[in-house]
């Protein structure tokens, strides 16, 4: 069954911060990417699978909004939420949080494409989230 | 003399594009920090002065439109423009591209903090752009 | 008491895939970190926490050998070793493997140091290991 | 003509150091695969073009000496040289410095290897270096 949320947890790792000691913002795109992975494993496909049979999702649109630091060592939540999809895109939001703090929250536009970068559309089996 | 926009070139780094040969999406932050970085210092003003008195910029909202992938080795170019500016905030607006071809457009607010993480105004010498 | 070995698990993330698809070499070191980090945890203590007291580990020698590549997604075994310790010195071995696949060995030797990166004694409650 | 050494000056980037304010140990493999490209393009060769004809350059071996750390916004220079070439490796030395002083001093190994990952030789053109 084709999930539309998911919730995992993330410990910022030490490469990550930034001399600030704070986890750096362009970290949080690569945490988001984590976040959509896991939903998708969570409604039991692989993203490597997908790329090795040629179907490869690319971010068309990022947006971040930056509430309150992360530092290193915190262990952090991050809820991954599908809010739209069409036949070649899906939109997600994101909440990053360290307990009932609000870290973070995004959103993105990811397109189906293959290897050669060409819109594609997304494969049946997942389907419109249900 | 305090410049409003600046442009640098990038060349893509072999460990900065992912497993399709693309830069990975995340990156694209990291090129626009150096536009800022490099935008502050051909107006004269150093970065790592800024934070070893005290001064950082905290990054508290990003926007990005992906429009072409970059790959490794391309040498691209980065226009970095302040579009906005008040007491304790930039805006920023970006462009990345390689020769005519747009690859990236993007838009950035940081925010002057002190070393723990409150508010303050950007210091006087980085003025209003001129 | 303080372990001398712990093995951890690390899945593979998309970002640190190079354009081949294999782990960037680069990123073992920081896997290797992550093992250090866990074993100290694993022993009762936090690095975080150190630090906050001004000991700070840097690296003061790396050796890896690279035996097998690993891949996006592919889930691996850290086992991190105390090979050695001094006053202020820590020589760490480490062997990651995919299942029984020997992916890469490796050694470091950390040196604990205060902020301003002078040599002092590791904190007796980080005791000889045991 | 093929050269056996070069040297190029590289800028520290914020998101490469870490929350000592330290250049990550990591961050020195990514440095000299920089030298070992750049050196390849002094003699008139391309990595990118390497790899798109199936000539892939893997790191089999790395060893480094940490001696002093670099900070953000510094500029390095890296001396990489060429220290042994056989039909099918090359050895590297790097000196990494901050105007005289050493900052890191190491060593690699890199294979030639076709996109499955099987040992090649090395491309004649690249030849014995002179």
């Known amino acids: 069954m084709n999930l539309t949320e998911h919730t995992i947890t993330i410990r910022v790792r030490y490469p990550e911060v930034d001399a600030m000691g704070y986890l750096h913002h362009s970290r949080f795109l690569q945490y988001f990417e984590l976040g959509r992975i896991e939903l998708l494993r969570a409604s039991g496909h692989n993203y490597a699978e997908l790329e090795r049979e040629g179907v490869c999702f690319v971010v068309a649109r990022v947006q971040v909004n930056y509430k309150s630091p992360a ?37 993105t536009t990811i397109a189906s494409v293959n290897r050669q970068g060409q819109v594609i559309p997304i494969p049946d089996r997942l389907g419109k989230p249900s």
Chains 1, 2, 3, 4 share one sequence.
């Open 71 to 107: 530092r290193y060592d915190e262990e952090l939540t991050l809820l991954t939420r599908i809010t739209r999809q069409t036949a070649v895109r899906i939109d997600h939001a994101y909440e990053l949080r360290r307990q009932d703090v609000l870290v973070a929250e995004g959103s």
